[in-house]
């Protein structure tokens, strides 16, 4: 089955500590994302990468890293400069603009806890 | 910078049809309208869009108003697993790879 699939989905780190977040698509899309959700919010944008070896940062992106040197692969580092890291963390993909309106996919999330 | 706007939540009868009211008045003229759903501490799934024309498929209906102002989304038999949060969006333009979400609509499905 092709799918999103992050990994942990609990992941609980102390304070100071830089932590990554696993992102893998066997979907074959070009584009892939990082969304925060803090509790009764909407999802807001970190990053994205719309091609291997290519990404803009998104709306929050301060305090956070990425890469993108596969195209199934596109993690995520919280880094200790991220003031509020606790939050549940979703990864997407799609296929890309060369199908203009293709939607976004999902995976399950990471919900990450920074004590 | 959700562009759109739903309302908080609504109640359903289950086996009855919820249609959840979404407005976009600024969307462009090739921006397409999305619905995903979320259930608690999941990921958000896809469920239909469309662009001006009505769309269905196995999961709900699409009614976009001839203005392209307003759309709603059917779900013609809800059921208790229906109870989640849905949000509609649209991609901002000239930014055609960002999707911005809102808080969207908890629908509640009650028996």
């Known amino acids: 089955d092709g799918g999103i699939t992050q990994s942990p989905k609990y992941l609980f780190r102390k304070e100071g500590q830089n932590v990554t977040l696993s992102c893998e698509q066997n979907?074959?899309?070009?584009?892939m994302y990082w969304y925060r959700q803090d509790p009764g919010q909407g999802l807001r944008l970190i990053y994205y990468?719309?091609?291997?070896?290519?990404?803009q940062k998104g709306d929050i992106a301060e305090g956070y890293s990425v890469s993108r040197e596969k195209k199934e692969s596109f993690p995520l580092t919280v880094t200790s400069a991220q003031k509020n890291p606790t939050a549940f963390y979703l990864c997407?993909?799609?296929?890309?603009?060369?199908?203009?309106?293709?939607?976004?996919?999902f995976g399950n999330g990471t919900r990450l806890t920074v004590t | 910078d959700a562009k759109t706007t739903q309302p908080p939540s609504m109640d359903c009868a289950e086996g009855r049809a919820a249609n959840l009211p979404c407005n976009h008045s600024?969307?462009?003229?090739?921006?397409?309208v999305y619905w995903y759903r979320q259930i608690h501490s999941q990921g958000p799934q896809y469920i239909i869009h469309?662009?001006?024309n009505n769309e269905t498929n196995e999961m709900a209906s699409l009614i976009i108003t001839e203005d392209r102002k307003s759309s709603t989304l059917i779900l013609p038999h809800a059921t208790l697993r229906d109870t989640a949060v849905y949000y509609c969006?649209?991609?901002?333009?000239?930014?055609?790879?960002?999707?911005?979400f809102g808080s969207g609509t908890k629908l509640n499905v009650k028996p």
């Open positions: 600024t969307i462009s003229g090739n921006e397409y």
């Open positions: 469309g662009l001006k």
């Open positions: 969006i649209v991609r901002v333009r000239g930014n055609f790879n960002k999707f911005y």
């Open positions: 997407a993909s799609r296929v890309g603009e060369t199908l203009y309106n293709s939607p976004l996919h």
């Open positions: 990468s719309q091609i291997v070896n290519d990404f």
């Open positions: 979907l074959n899309h070009d584009a």
